[in-house]
């Protein structure tokens, strides 16, 4: 080789790492982040199973095997119902799916995984990539702590892993790459969620605790458990910490201020993409607070802004206009293909015939949206125990647990994530911010970065709960799932409390130590209770329940009390927080290793053999 060629591919190669440094840092900010992202990506791996594990995965994945065919329309079906799989819908006679912004996303990993299966078995394939990222998380760690023997041994479990996944590893069939795709991306989704709020709660105070409230996302929340299931809901979670972001990030008088809420307004584009309605819980929040506390309501940055918005929708009018040939009309607007067409939820026209005017669609939306908002404030006033039965305690309801063979799986946000009890020193703590504001003052806070995207939170908490609420409780939710967004704010809520920050700044080894505790010593109490008492189900989920109840009210006791006194001491609000977090973590790994593991094979196989013995026990 010449020596022009051999500067020219040095050339290239720093040119590549360069712009490899530029991407990640832009996205998981710096090696804090990117150690959060790899490690969440190994602890989803624990519980990983390849499979349908809810109907609506169906209807995605038939879009998928037809988007990745060349069309949108659905003629190869071949999960669930096929085309009359719930989720599926019909425009000129043709069957649609839905969600397409999340197929579209998916298809790259989709023919990569098919590549790479030409070269190596498939199950081998998935194994050695979670093996990989064991690797770069163990190197990323002993960097970070300066630490050779994290990287070594951690390079060392990767390779023992990989081994031991061979050795008991079974073939993965063919018909289960779409599936794999859409749970990859959902993986993908889930962990970047966690590093978006480390980087916002980094902003706000320091690296310190945005990694631990990044942390406890992924690891103590519902987020974790959704994490492999190809739903929406982790995509509007991500999509969610997104706008907050760069919400905040924009209200900073910076030279990217301006790109940063353009991030804002981009960010929504995409969730209309993948679900048109919960884009508009995004948008209509943002625009009121935007416009009212931006540093500069200028043309250009207006024009930006416009721009950006404008091009991220893009994506959303052109699968609608090809799907029933209107851009504002997605879907789920659409008659449900095993229905009469006609039956149309939002819009006045036919399925798949003239689409009826943009304007009229957008009015329709309108109304429909004030309506259903409108259906949560009554339902909220009328009927107060849907929400006590949504956010407290669910127990068995006969209503709900008849669609899920009689069993009560089905969790509230509290007992799904107990660290949502600490909020109940929210109201002190803004009491005690707001002692001696006069209203002038008050509005001058609302305008600054934090008042700004506090408010924010704040709308679309109020947003997504009336929006979902009258149809709550429902079978098939287990962690409320059409509330999941909001448990990444409650995190985030939850650090805005002066006297946790408190506790974490000081304790925060505490906090840590007390959640290994309580993962792995915990875990295998849990365990050794029910393999005692041989519960069903039901049982099972329940005693967690209250096992949540209790520790999540332990926390919340605190918060008040400490909000309220200095004598309180901190250490007991570490221990809390630790156990809490470490509480909802017990709840993920045993949901995906024992209660729910009877569908789909493990990703790693060696999981496997661990879940079928716990299963004796």
Known sequence: MSTRNRFSLRGLSARGSAIGRLVGRAVFGD??????????????????????????TNAIANTLVNVADGHLY????????????PGTYRADGRAYGRNYGIVFFALPVL???????????????????WSLVLVGFATTVGRLLDRDWIVVGGSGLAVVAFLTNLGVATPLAESL??????????????????????????????????????????????????????KRHSFTALLLVTVVYALYRSRRRTDHSASFRALAYAAVGIMAWIHAAEALLLFVPLVAIDVATAPSNDRRTLGLVALAFLVSLLPFFLTNLLVSGNPVQPPRMLTPFDQAPGDLDLSGGGGGGIPIPV????????????????????????????????FIRSGFLSGVASGDGLEAINLTMLESAPLVGGLLGIPLAIAHSLRGETTTR????????VGATDCYVLACAILFSLLYVPKLPIHAQVTVRYLHPLFPLSIYALVRVPAVRGALDVHWPTALWTFAGTVFVGSQLVVAYLGLTNPGLGEAVQFHALLAIATGTLLGLWVVARSLSTTVPDRAGAIALGLTTGVGTVFTLLSGLVYFASAGGFALPAMGVLSEFLALV
């Open 31 to 56: 090696r804090r982040g990117l150690a959060l992202f790899l490690g969440g990506l190994c602890f989803f791996g624990l519980y990983w199973r390849i499979g349908v594990f809810i109907t609506d």
């Open 74 to 85: 659905i003629t190869e079906a071949p999960y669930g119902g096929g085309r009359e799989a």
């Open 111 to 129: 023919w990569a995984f098919e590549a790479l299966a030409t070269v190596l078995a498939p199950s081998v394939v998935v194994f050695a990539l």
């Open 177 to 230: 790459y779409p599936i794999f795709a859409l749970q990859v991306v959902t993986l993908l989704a889930t962990a970047l969620t966690g590093v978006v709020l480390y980087r916002l709660v980094a902003e706000l105070y320091d690296a310190r605790v945005g990694l631990m409230a990044g942390a406890a996302t992924v690891l103590g929340t519902p987020v974790a458990f959704w994490a492999s299931i190809p």
């Open 359 to 390: 304007v009229g669609t957008g009015v329709d939306i309108a109304l429909t949206f004030g309506s259903l908002l409108w259906d949560g404030v009554v339902v909220s006033v009328t009927e107060p125990i849907r929400l006590y039965q949504t």
């Open 442 to 449: 008050l509005r001058r806070h609302v305008r600054t970065p």
